[in-house]
């Protein structure tokens, strides 16, 4: 065939076909995604525990240590490290391209369950798919209107449970980070002269507390066919609850009267937002920082 002779006789046709070519053309160019330069970190998955105010030195011989232990091994694991910081430790691990992040997830997850226990104060381990040096793609401040006294630190709480919810719901965003927000916490002030004149001290009342803002297993009971466990629940929700425990008990014997000692009698109890650590600011004003990390994958 002659191209140069066909694409005389007709014209039309020829037109119609380069008009297809660059419509298909752009059409492609705008579709399909493009990226300069491919993803090819690979997978990783981060656990995270916090042990708020204990050393690096209490955090790695306590837990980490055990933590990288049970974790050797792990099938499709390339690369592992652990990280003990002032309150938390943090152990990455890197896996070979191409693993199953749901099988790795459920892997590291029943490694972790062979650790009998932790130190009281302990959170439980968290897991998350982003690694530790994703770099954000957006960053977004929030600050008060004029007017508003507010401590900008309160916020913390709004922007987790209805900023963070939202944005983590868009599709290829992987998680958000909050910085500068606080969240509430349950504060217990004792007065040192109260605390004197009944013979108390310090360690006395954490034990109470801690005794009384706990559940525990109680067993089961068969009736019939059926079996049902028991559980005492003792979780403290409310600043009464709080002040209505019981720090001592005396019974005097020969009137048999019950004197106690409650935490009301001793101090005051509060629920309030914990005191920031750090603060961020932004043309000279007070404010609450968010990014947003990608999922990994073209974009």
Do not use: C
Not at 146 to 169: K, M
Not at 174 to 199: C, H, I, K, L, Q
Not at 256 to 266: E, F, H, K
Request: proline share 5%; no cysteine.
């Amino acid at each position: 065939m002659n191209l140069i002779k066909t694409s005389i006789d007709r014209p039309i046709a020829i037109v119609s076909a380069v008009l297809m070519v660059v419509m298909f053309g752009l059409l492609a160019l705008e579709k399909i995604p493009i990226q300069l330069t491919p993803d090819i970190n690979k997978p990783v998955l981060s656990v995270r525990t916090n042990w708020s105010g204990a050393a690096p030195a209490e955090v790695e011989r306590e837990f980490l240590n055990r933590q990288e232990d049970v974790l050797r091994g792990l099938e499709g694991l390339d690369k592992m490290s652990g990280r003990a910081q002032h309150g938390r430790a943090s152990v990455t691990l890197e896996f070979n391209i191409g693993q199953d992040m749901d099988k790795a997830l459920l892997l590291v997850a029943n490694r972790l369950d062979r650790i009998d226990s932790y130190p009281e104060e302990v959170d439980k381990p968290t897991l998350s798919t982003r690694g530790s040096e994703d770099t954000p793609i957006a960053w977004f401040t929030l600050k008060r209107l004029p007017g508003n006294e507010r401590e900008i630190h309160t916020y913390g709480d709004y922007v987790e449970n209805v900023i963070q919810d939202r944005l983590e719901r868009v599709t290829g965003v992987a998680g958000m980070n909050v910085y500068g927000g606080t969240s509430r916490e349950m504060r217990v002030t004792v007065d040192p002269v109260r605390m004197a004149n009944f013979s108390l001290t310090v360690p006395q009342v954490v034990n109470a507390l801690r005794g009384a803002n706990s559940s525990a297993t109680a067993g089961h009971v068969d009736e019939g066919k059926r079996r049902y466990v028991v559980r005492t629940q003792g979780e403290l929700t409310t600043v009464a609850q709080v002040q209505a425990v019981i720090v001592r008990s005396l019974q005097d014997p020969v009137t048999g009267s019950v004197s106690r000692v409650t935490i009301a009698d001793l101090g005051d109890v509060t629920y309030a937002y914990k005191d920031p650590t750090a603060f961020i600011r932004r043309s000279g004003g007070q404010a609450l920082a968010m990014n947003v990390i990608r999922e990994p994958g073209p974009t």
